[in-house]
């Protein structure tokens, strides 16, 4: 009997099927299941090398009714304690692309300690917990504890906002607190990924700018909002420590694809974060601070239609003109549709505070050795008179010209 030939079948490419009477899934999704794909075989990976869960801690913040916490549940190598893995990064620093090698723990489930009380909340799909906990907690600093099995449980500083305080700042973080050019590609992930973080360099002045602002009344809070990764929160914490900027909490992104984006909206997640800090505090005014790269004007502007009597002044940091370039130009326009709200603009902390001050959002130095000198005072008049002359679009009107 004649034997048959073999037939090969050759493989299929698996497809996903959309429910019935929708479009197959577009390609945003794909990216979507791929990325948690490969996060799921890393933590697989990491559990049979032996990692353990760790709890990372950010800085949240609430009012003496309740509270924000965030953190982040990953794997981490079980060689070092807390303390021990702490000292050596203060003391020898982490090149940016170790905060993105350990694999989150999605889902994890994290039982909150406030006031003696536990309240289990559960974190996303990227492992971060941000939960609102209704609680009772005096106005400044408090502590709250976070457990997780299999952890050791770690403290979190919380700032608790009285209701009788009236003012805020926000401010932005990429090329506003510290140096990354983000507009830059190559530059950005050379600083994000390879750079120590004792390399980093911040913007010149805005430690003491940021703290003359915070340092007004009996203290004003003062909320960082930026486009990166919450992997990076607390290298952003350490230098901020190191370079004297006034701590507070840090809103922050996930990491990765979303549902129907290859990348995650910057832009979106600032305007969101910024429509929440409104909502949480409906009783602060604020003073906004970015810079002219990623769009901080037009997200300012955008608040302030909407909160036209919550501004007290909008700061916007002039990039240097190759950054501008690779950006895509600078903001048009953007003073002119918040009338009656100040505006400041300049290269640095120093022209900045300049501006704020002839605003009367920063009061006058008072004392006379840290008055400015009149040949700084009239230098920086030109400057800002250069600046005004470049770009007349945030020229106040209502401010006469000098």
Not at 15 to 26: I, L, Q, V
Not at 65 to 82: A, D, H, K, Y
Not at 206 to 214: F, H, I, T
Not at 363 to 374: D, K
Request: with cysteine.
């Amino acid at each position: 009997m004649a034997r048959r030939p073999k037939t090969y079948r050759f493989p299929t490419i698996p497809r996903f099927h959309a429910a019935p009477g929708s479009e197959a899934s577009p390609p945003e999704q794909l990216a979507t299941l791929s990325y948690y794909s490969f996060q799921r075989r890393r933590r697989d990976r990491a559990r049979r090398r032996g990692a353990k869960p760790r709890i990372l801690s950010f800085t949240g913040y609430g009012s003496p009714r309740w509270v924000r916490i965030f953190s982040r549940v990953l794997l981490s190598n079980p060689e070092w304690t807390e303390a021990e893995y702490m000292a050596q990064i203060v003391r020898d620093g982490v090149r940016g692309w170790q905060n993105f090698v350990s694999p989150p723990i999605a889902y994890a489930k994290v039982e909150i300690e406030v006031n003696g009380q536990r309240h289990p909340v559960r974190a996303d799909r990227n492992g971060v917990v941000d939960a609102r906990i209704a609680c009772e907690l005096e106005p400044g600093w408090s502590t709250v504890t976070l457990h997780i099995e299999g952890a050791d449980s770690t403290s979190q500083d919380v700032l608790i906002i009285d209701d009788h305080t009236d003012r805020a700042v926000i401010c932005d973080v990429d090329d506003t607190v510290w140096v990354t050019a983000l507009p830059r590609p190559l530059t950005a992930a050379w600083n994000s990924f390879l750079l120590d973080e004792h390399a980093r360099r911040p913007v010149a002045g805005m430690p003491v700018m940021l703290n003359r602002l915070a340092e007004q009344d009996a203290g004003i809070p003062v909320f960082y909002v930026s486009t990166g990764p919450w992997n990076v929160a607390h290298t952003l914490t350490r230098f901020m420590t190191r370079h004297l900027f006034p701590l507070g909490p840090m809103l922050l992104t996930s990491w990765g694809p979303t549902e129907d984006r290859w990348f995650r909206s910057g832009m979106a997640h600032k305007v969101s974060a910024l429509a929440r800090l409104a909502d949480d505090f409906p009783h602060l005014s604020w003073t906004l601070i970015g810079d002219d790269g990623q769009h901080d004007p037009e997200i300012y502007t955008h608040f302030a239609h909407h909160h036209p009597s919550r501004v007290d002044a909008i700061a916007i940091r002039q990039l240097s003109a190759t950054e501008a370039l690779l950006a895509g130009g600078r903001a048009e326009n953007t003073q002119g549709a918040t009338p009656g709200i100040p505006w400041a603009y300049g290269p640095d902390g120093a022209a900045l505070s300049f501006q704020l001050e002839n605003s009367k959002v920063l009061p006058p130095r008072q004392h006379a050795p840290l008055t400015w000198p009149q040949s700084v005072t009239s230098e920086e008049q030109l400057t800002v008179a250069e600046l005004r002359a470049d770009y007349p679009e945030f020229t106040n009107p209502d401010e006469p010209q000098e």
